[in-house]
């Protein structure tokens, strides 16, 4: 009960429900929702993948299926994970419903009240809300534009009086800051974990979807380098690249790890929707999924690169922003002395929603960032929205001035 009314109170619980709200608000202007704009889901091929579908096939639809997953769509995803790398082996695969299902369930198998979890800092504000549901302390790692700070991930294992049970990253696109992990920096974060046994939970919602073909080898998986002492759950999802409605995530983690997952979900949902899973097991064996991740890498870049356009453009020169490579958003920078919630104020009265930074880390204290997502934006939305953005930060930079001086 304790963990239960702990998350309901928690701001990381509050800013979530908030983040919904705004993601989908009416007649806003919004850069708040992490997720693909309607005009781009593969509608007309879904309908020609159901209208194919043999009766008993749209019949198991209807169905339950195994806890596990649908057998067809396991075997497609070992096929689709081979190819990104990944060494399946004596891997297995669950799916989920959503990766932040697979998330749920990899804290309710490990985590009891009390225990400690490693995130980075900013953090992916749905884990912490479930790190928060089941009690855990937290503790968070800052990182920087090639990953996780492993000097000052070194210094909170050797400070720590218990064993962490797992560390939380997502490396691939990083959600909120946008950045993709070095490849450098995943060896030294795989060679400072080896041997420690805590177990690293990579997150990898957007490795698809890289702008450029030639940094595609920067998204390899750190579970795909077969290290024998680090355990490694993998997570990903299909809701970035088909459709956040779907829910359909998984995880790929050791038989064991496995075994006591598959009892979890069970208790749970007791199986993810056969109808979902038999359409995105159609999507991948017919060979629709590589067409359309063009498709939406190249918008998503138009976006993007309208956004840095108009970043430039409109901003005033204290707020900084480094260009991201590939996923949704970009990760604003103030200046030190003003935060993200007073213009986030300013910026809803004239129109226009994002997400303050204080929502992605941990201790919801640190207040110098926003991000930007450009996915959910019409991209003749987008000046207009920087345009007003800029304007509730000069605002609020004025009255910072006036107020010191």
């Not at 997150?203 to 998204?219: G, I, Q, V």
């Not at 939406?296 to 970043?311: A, C, F, H, M, T």
């Amino acid at each position: 009960m304790y963990a239960f009314s702990k998350a309901v109170n928690s701001m990381h619980s509050e800013d979530v429900k908030q983040l919904m709200k705004q993601a989908s608000g009416k007649n806003l202007i919004s850069f708040a929702g992490g997720m693909p704009n309607n005009d781009l889901f593969p509608v007309e091929q879904i309908d020609e993948l159901y209208n194919s579908l043999s009766p008993e096939i749209k019949k198991l639809c209807f169905q339950y299926g195994p806890t596990s997953g649908y057998p067809p769509l396991v075997k497609s995803l070992e096929s689709y994970l081979e190819k990104k790398g990944l060494i399946i082996g004596d891997n297995k695969i669950l799916i989920t419903t959503g990766s932040l299902q697979a998330i749920s369930i990899i804290t309710q198998e490990f985590v009891n009240e009390g225990d400690i979890i490693l995130t980075e800092n900013p953090c992916f504000v749905g884990a912490l809300t479930v790190f928060e549901t089941f009690g855990a302390e937290i503790h968070s790692i800052p990182i920087d534009k090639h990953g996780i700070n492993i000097e000052a991930l070194k210094s909170k294992i050797e400070s720590l009086d218990r064993k962490p049970k797992f560390l939380y990253v997502t490396p691939n696109y990083h959600n909120p800051a946008g950045i993709i992990y070095s490849p450098e920096r995943k060896k030294e974060l795989l060679e400072t974990l080896a041997g420690t046994g805590i177990i690293l939970i990579e997150d990898d919602a957007y490795s698809d979807l890289y702008f450029n073909e030639e940094e595609k080898s920067l998204t390899k998986a750190m579970k795909s380098n077969g290290v024998q002492d680090v355990e490694i759950i993998y997570t990903g999802s299909f809701s970035k690249i088909l459709g956040p409605g779907f829910r359909l995530g998984y995880m790929l983690s050791s038989e064991e790890i496995f075994e006591k997952a598959e009892t979890v979900k069970q208790a749970l949902d007791a199986c993810t929707s056969s109808f979902m899973q038999i359409l995105a097991n159609e999507f991948l064996v017919q060979n629709k999924l590589e067409p359309y991740l063009t498709f939406l890498r190249s918008e998503y870049l138009e976006r993007k690169d309208l956004l840095q356009q108009y970043l430039k453009t409109y901003m005033p020169e204290e707020v900084t922003w480094n260009e991201p490579k590939g996923g949704f958003y970009v990760w604003l920078k103030l200046p030190s002395h003003i935060k993200s919630t007073e213009i986030f104020n300013e910026s809803v009265s004239r129109g226009v929603v994002f997400v303050t930074g204080r929502t992605f880390d941990p201790a919801s204290e640190k207040d110098d960032r926003l991000r930007l997502s450009f996915s959910n934006m019409p991209k003749d939305q987008i000046e207009k929205g920087v345009i007003i953005l800029s304007e509730a930060i000069k605002k609020v930079l004025q009255n910072s001035k006036m107020v010191l001086s």
